[in-house]
């Protein structure tokens, strides 16, 4: 069964760094593309980072660009979100995606399969 499990959120100060993972089981990561989603209460659900294992290809939303990186380790099949500086406006729950398309793509409803979401809280 496929399935996607998050870790690594937490409580951190503003200014302050996490790492994200999302573990596939049941599945091979590559020829995937792999999404990064958050999800801040009231609002809804937007992309963050995403990568094309086929190439490594990344991609970033404007206001994550030059503080997260996104990677993925093929041999243990896990994909990291490294968050760097964060901010109070980074609070959110995060969700890591496959879509079995490979391809490049913001649309949250175009992914095939999700985690259960890891909550990051940036607070002084």
């Known amino acids: 069964q496929e399935k996607l499990v998050e870790s690594g959120g937490g409580l951190v100060q503003p200014g302050g760094s996490l790492r994200l993972s999302c573990a596939a089981s049941?599945?091979?990561?590559?020829?995937?593309?792999i999404g990064w989603f958050r999800q801040a209460p009231g609002k809804g659900r937007e992309g963050v980072s995403c990568?094309?294992?086929?190439?490594?290809?990344?991609y970033y939303a404007d206001s994550v660009k030059g503080r997260f990186t996104i990677s993925m380790d093929t041999g243990k099949n896990i994909v990291y979100l490294q968050m760097t500086n964060l901010k109070p406006e980074d609070t959110a729950v995060y969700y890591c995606a496959a879509d079995t398309s490979g391809h490049f793509s913001w649309f949250s409803a175009g992914y095939d399969y999700w985690g259960q979401g890891t909550q990051v809280t940036v607070s002084s």
């Open positions: 049941g599945f091979s990561l590559v020829h995937y593309s």
């Open positions: 990568i094309v294992t086929t190439d490594n290809s990344t």
